[in-house]
């Protein structure tokens, strides 16, 4: 039996040199505060990648790093590597300039590199902040795009003809592809480095794919089915990206791009953690990311074998409690790739964990949840309101998504939504995986026509 899957969404990238407003474009775009916005050079340290809607088509927006001439002459040859890579995956490509500097060598050298990739590339001339300054736009057509659109990203300047610029741009949709119903696929996400592809090896059984120590050797990600007993799965491995340079940032850039377009494709992630370096920022970023976008996670502590039964392995214990807290009743392996110990295990638990999440709640059984957590613990007044619950139901299992009907969702304080969040997962033991809480308003009983029976009301 087949089903027809949701295709890829189309990669919008950001690139430009350093300081020219990506960012601050990038949370305009998402319309939100996503990447950290400083006026200084080099700035952004989180989230790279998120879903946008532009013009009524579903995005991957992608924030890459500046590219810092100062590095060396040129472009930088690791930032140059983590571009390159966004540019096999770009549908279009927003070239952001700064109007106030002017068209500069390092904008040429850009445009060459833009060139060469054959994608569509608008030129966004950031900073415009008056229409004077939209006139000394003009200067970039030079760089050989016939799309310059002048913006300032502060200030809303320009976002509606840059959106629709964009739109313009992206290719026709594609006709979703086909997927076996029932095949789960698993996605091995992590830093270069940790250990994938000799995981993904082991689990195989053969050398399918080359290893080396030189970090991100795997160049592109690939699919292998697998048979697990009367079960049959596909792994999905990340590619890596090569660090040709003392750049560890823009590897970690990479990195999480990549994850990001193989979590799309997975329905579950299989994040592989170096156990010898112990929880790094960027382990944190990626469980995060797996989270983000509604995929259960197992954590995957490889090259265990370094550390068993030392101190060290003590401190990754407490590591997890600290610092993986976020990860709801996580499901952690022990692993060595090298020895094969643990692996055996990797594929039943995360079936297992699968077959868990397939979980459908009766709408009287969750309702009766919702009076329990009530019961347990009434809302707090806000002011002289007090919350009511009308009903709840499930509305999806990938991931587990409960819609509450209530006389006002603002009256809700942002920490008994999380006991409630919490609660739900408790009682209906999900792992390892987002549950996410949907409120809507809704009038009482009588007020409007076709609510929910009152057996379904939980009162306080």
């Avoid at 300081?19 to 319309?31: A, D, E, P, Y």
Wanted: glycine share 6%; proline share 5%.
């Amino acid at each position: 039996m087949r089903e027809t899957g949701t295709q890829e969404l189309q990669v919008v990238a950001l690139i430009g040199r350093a300081n020219v407003g990506k960012s601050t474009l990038f949370n305009r775009l998402l319309r939100t505060r996503r990447a950290l916005v400083e006026d200084r050079p080099g700035i952004t340290r989180d989230r790279i990648a998120a879903a946008a809607r532009i013009e009524g088509r579903d995005v991957l927006l992608v924030d890459t790093g500046g590219l810092d001439p100062e590095a060396e002459q040129g472009i930088p040859a690791a930032v140059r590597a983590q571009v390159e890579q966004v540019l096999e995956d770009a549908a279009v490509i927003l070239f952001v300039v700064d109007v106030r500097d002017g068209l500069l060598p390092l904008d040429r050298e850009i445009a060459d590199l833009l060139r060469r990739a054959g994608r569509q590339v608008i030129v966004v001339a950031n900073k415009s902040e008056s229409p004077k300054q939209d006139d000394e736009a003009s200067e970039f057509h030079a760089l050989g795009f016939d799309a310059v659109i002048p913006t300032s990203a502060e200030h809303r300047r320009g976002m509606v003809d840059l959106e629709i610029t964009i739109a313009e741009r992206l290719p026709e949709r594609e006709e979703p592809v086909e997927r076996d119903l029932g095949v789960p696929r698993f996605a091995i996400i992590g830093r270069p480095n940790v250990g994938k592809s000799s995981l993904l090896n082991r689990l195989l059984g053969e050398e399918r794919n080359i290893v080396a120590d030189e970090p991100g050797t795997t160049r592109d990600s690939t699919d292998q089915e697998i048979q697990v007993g009367d079960r049959r799965l596909i792994l999905i491995d990340t590619a890596g990206i090569r660090r040709q340079a003392k750049r560890s940032r823009s590897v970690e850039r990479g990195s999480a791009l990549m994850s990001v377009r193989s979590l799309e494709r997975g329905d579950l992630a299989l994040l592989v953690i170096d156990a010898g370096e112990g929880i790094t920022d960027q382990d944190l970023k990626l469980a995060r990311l797996c989270l983000d976008r509604g995929r259960p996670v197992v954590l995957l502590l490889n090259k265990w074998d370094r550390v068993a039964e030392t101190r060290r392995a003590r401190e990754i214990e407490r590591q997890i409690d600290r610092r993986l807290g976020f990860v709801p009743d996580p499901v952690i392996l022990r692993v060595s790739a090298k020895t094969g110990s643990g692996v055996s295990k990797i594929l039943p638990q995360a079936l297992d964990l699968m077959t868990e999440l397939e979980i459908t709640v009766p709408t009287a059984e969750l309702n009766k949840a919702l009076e329990e957590a009530v019961d347990s613990y009434a809302p707090p007044m806000r002011g002289r309101r007090r919350p009511h619950f009308f009903y709840a139901t499930q509305t999806s299992s990938h991931p587990m998504t409960i819609l509450v009907f209530m006389n006002d969702p603002q009256l809700l304080a942002d920490n008994y939504r999380k006991y409630l969040a919490s609660f739900f997962r408790r009682k209906f033991g999900v792992r390892s995986a987002p549950l996410r809480l949907r409120l809507r308003a809704r009038a009482r009983r009588g007020e409007e026509s076709g609510s929910a029976p009152e057996s379904r009301r939980p009162k306080r």
